[in-house]
């Protein structure tokens, strides 16, 4: 039987073979060609502002306001809208690096760089969702319907694909 989060579910189970590509790209800086590496990292950049920020933006203006009213509380996702922000600000910082490495070298700064952003992003992402699925996805599942559910992820839905024209 279908859970009321069951569609958010899914979404999380699309995407986290996507985030192994940043585990992956990290564990190849410094041992794959320089072109290769530019290419991998455009693929992880593109994957986080195409996918995983206009999603994280659904979460924060449509689920979380609910279940910061389910707790009773606004402040009981403050948490995870900051693992956001940080997602976010090492996108930035993920971009930059990369456009300093656009040449045909690359030196042991940007490589430490890389590494320590890709490994970053990637642990962070894994716990955030862990979070969700072990803590407020259980509790949405006791307490909301599946219509209000359904009302949720519809919204989410539009607010993420409005995300990714912007």
């Known amino acids: 039987?279908?859970?009321p989060t069951q569609p958010l579910r899914e979404e999380h189970a699309e995407l986290l073979p996507h985030i192994e590509l940043l585990r992956t790209v990290?564990?190849?800086?410094?041992?794959?060609p320089l072109e290769t590496l530019q290419h991998d990292v455009d693929r992880v950049h593109n994957l986080?502002?195409?996918?995983?920020?206009?999603?994280?933006?659904?979460?924060?203006?449509a689920l979380y306001p609910v279940i910061g009213k389910l707790l009773g509380s606004t402040e009981a996702t403050a948490t995870?809208?900051?693992?956001?922000l940080e997602i976010v600000r090492l996108t930035h910082e993920l971009l930059a690096v990369r456009q300093q490495i656009a040449g045909v070298t690359?030196?042991?700064?940007?490589t430490k760089a890389?590494?320590?952003?890709?490994?970053?992003?990637?642990?962070l992402i894994k716990v955030h969702f862990a979070k969700e699925e072990d803590i407020?996805?259980?509790?949405?599942?006791?307490?909301?319907?599946?219509?209000?559910?359904?009302s949720i992820f519809q919204?989410?839905?539009?607010?993420?694909?409005?995300?990714r024209v912007t």
Do not use: C, F, W
């Open 48 to 61: 986080l502002v195409h996918s995983l920020i206009p999603h994280a933006r659904a979460e924060d203006e």
């Open 26 to 32: 990290a564990d190849s800086v410094g041992e794959t």
């Open 136 to 150: 407020y996805l259980p509790l949405l599942d006791k307490r909301l319907t599946p219509e209000e559910a359904h």
């Open 114 to 123: 890389l590494r320590r952003i890709l490994y970053g992003l990637y642990a």
């Open 106 to 110: 690359i030196n042991d700064a940007q």
């Open 1 to 3: 039987m279908a859970t």
């Open 155 to 163: 919204a989410m839905g539009e607010i993420a694909r409005e995300a």
């Open 80 to 84: 995870m809208s900051r693992d956001h």
